[in-house]
């Protein structure tokens, strides 16, 4: 029995949306005159869509400009306002996972979140390179590595608190005094994997598993303590563990346009990977974000590299592994109620990787313990939520999730994208703290799931 080929022009179809690999090696993929054709043409279908008007701030911003338009149509939007819709993406990709009727299979192929990043590209290059002072805070590797040497001074000059210090900050990086900026460790998550490795119980339900976290530049410099509740809820399962940390994803790369930075950092992870790929681990990220460029991303940036497509095919969710776990083998007893009930943020990364709400299934596997979902995007988006230019429209865009996160009156709120939980906590904090009914305490699902067992 044959099946029926897809109708490409179908509306509402049940097939999953495809995407084509990035042709930015090419000359034609940096024509702003090619891009603005095809914007104007994209445009033109979501304004005569508008299904995403509640995502980001580019479609409100995009279908403003059309309604103020002479024409009340596209073609009465000038090309130089272009820029302002795609200054609000933060390449969430909800638009094209959850809402676009219209994405590849079908004939009008509708991409907007690459549409948007093939811009800043092409805008990089016209630009000779040169990035905005936002670029700075991206290079991940590169301040964190300053943050630890310097990590007491660091943290004192970034507090919200240090007036003279964030005002500066604000001034010259552009930075917004009224952010939160992650902590820095003299001690990455790397450097204390090595010196106390977990002991791993012999007889745990998943007793032969083996896997290889990728420590992310956030968990590696930032927030160690996400990376060592993983690696004590494995160890509690029986899984073998090793913590490896090449290079960042460079999703802050990709955020500024730079797709050939992108792709050599794919190459640097990759070829680091793949040995252990090749020795039975499984590959584990600790973010959501990560485990998307490392899945997606990567792999229409470089899809002729063996091992770009060995790691995609080989990564998991660290929640995703739980769950999967917890099918397969079950999981080791000891799991004990959490206090004051739990609110799942589900970040954007997360859904976009198409896995269902594991954060979310894997809390829910703690006895007597209520878990609460918000399914809204936290507007943070990386850099995004900290520059003085973006934050307000971060603000905006997160504080209905933000709202949600309040009413639920939980203790703890915890999401795949640790960003996007600080950013959530401060608007529940700042604004929301009649409705709470107190503080929140911030945390990555792992984290949760840790002290569930009594390790964390």
């Known amino acids: 029995m044959t099946s ?36 104007e043409r994209v445009f033109d ?20 400009l059309v309604d103020a338009s002479s024409t009340g149509e596209v073609d ?122 977990p002991k791993v119980n012999q007889e745990g339900p998943a007793r032969g598993r083996k896997a290889v976290l990728y420590a992310t530049c956030f968990v590696d410099y930032n927030e160690p303590k996400t990376g060592e509740a993983a690696q004590a809820v494995l160890a509690r399962q029986g899984v073998e563990t090793e913590v490896v940390y ?7 790369q990709l955020e500024h346009g730079d797709i ?36 997606f991303e990567w792999p229409l940036i470089l899809p002729e590299n063996e091992n770009v497509r060995k790691l995609a095919a080989a990564t998991r969710d660290i929640c995703e592994y739980v769950v999967d776990i917890s099918k397969r083998e079950g999981l080791a007893p000891g ?14 990364h997360a859904r976009a990787q198409n896995m269902g709400q594991k954060s979310a299934e894997m809390l829910k596997l703690i006895p007597d313990t209520k878990v609460d979902v918000v399914e809204r995007c936290s507007g943070h988006g990386g850099t995004f939520g900290v520059m003085k230019q973006t934050r307000p429209l971060a603000m905006k865009v997160g504080r209905p999730a933000a709202k949600q996160v309040a009413q639920k009156k939980n203790a703890t709120v915890c999401s795949d994208c640790p960003l996007a939980c600080k950013h959530l906590g401060q608007i529940v904090s700042e604004e929301y703290s009649d409705l709470s009914g107190g503080k929140i305490a911030e945390a990555h699902p792992i984290e949760v799931f840790a002290r569930a067992y009594g390790l964390a």
């Open 246 to 252: 090449p290079a960042c994803c460079g999703m802050p």
């Open 4 to 39: 029926t080929p897809a109708d490409p022009r179908r509306e509402g179809s049940l097939e999953a949306p495809t995407r084509h690999p990035l042709e930015w090696r090419t000359d034609a993929f940096y024509d702003f005159e090619a891009i603005e054709k095809e914007m």
């Open 335 to 348: 799991l004990a109620p959490v206090d004051g009930g739990v609110t799942v943020h589900m970040a954007c």
């Open 260 to 295: 050939a930075e992108v792709a050599r950092r794919a190459v640097t992870v990759a070829d680091a990977m793949v040995p252990w790929i090749e020795k039975g681990y499984d590959v584990l990220a600790l973010t959501a974000s990560c485990g998307l460029m490392m899945k």
């Open 76 to 197: 009465g939007v000038a090309k130089s306002d272009y820029a302002q819709v795609v200054e609000g993406c933060t390449l969430c990709d909800m638009c094209y996972m959850t809402k676009c009727p219209y994405v590849p299979p079908h004939e009008w192929a509708v991409d907007f979140p690459h549409l948007m990043l093939r811009w800043r590209a092409a805008e990089l290059k016209k630009n000779k390179g040169r990035q905005p002072l936002s670029a700075q805070l991206a290079e991940t590797d590169r301040n964190g590595v300053i943050g630890r040497l310097a990590a007491p001074l660091a943290n004192f000059a970034s507090e919200t608190s240090n007036a003279p210090a964030r005002l500066a900050m604000e001034a010259v990086l552009g930075v917004d005094r009224h952010a939160i900026l992650p902590k820095f460790h003299t001690r990455t998550f790397e450097n204390k994997a090595a010196l106390e490795p």
């Open 45 to 64: 279908i979501c304004h005569g869509c508008r299904r995403c008007f509640n995502l980001c701030d580019s479609f409100p911003r995009l279908f403003d």
